[in-house]
């Protein structure tokens, strides 16, 4: 199990961007966003894995660009082109297991979870 601090949330007009990082207290293979906003169900945002292999929901493809440094076990999360439907609460998640085929965005696929950071686009 590690441990998952997510950083950098904050509010942004829309247009805007925003990075988001998350630290891990140890290595591991597979990493993901989550985003869950007021009411709705959590959804995958973007996953990477230690192949620098990656999904994306269709809705934040060619606005966000997920990577992961293995040396420092951090993710980030780059948000171009925000929109205000992207306010949310934004979750790290990891697990250390290589999939045969790309990282999930399952969220039931996911051991290990940060407590999350709220990105509000207005």
């Known amino acids: 199990q590690v441990q998952l601090v997510e950083s950098g949330g904050g509010s942004v007009q829309a247009g805007g961007s925003l990075r988001l990082s998350c630290a891990a207290s140890?290595?591991?293979?597979?990493m993901a966003w989550f985003r869950q906003a007021p009411g709705k169900e959590r959804e995958g945002v973007a996953s990477v894995d230690s192949e620098r292999r990656t999904s994306y929901a269709d809705s934040v493809k060619g606005r966000f660009t997920i990577s992961k440094d293995n040396a420092k076990n951090t993710l980030y999360l780059q948000m171009n082109s925000l929109k205000p439907e992207d306010t949310a609460m934004y979750y790290c998640a990891a697990h250390n297991r290589r999939y045969t085929r790309y990282p999930p965005l399952i969220v039931n696929e996911y051991k290990d979870w940060g407590r999350g950071t709220q990105v509000t686009v207005s």
């Open positions: 140890g290595y591991t293979y597979t």
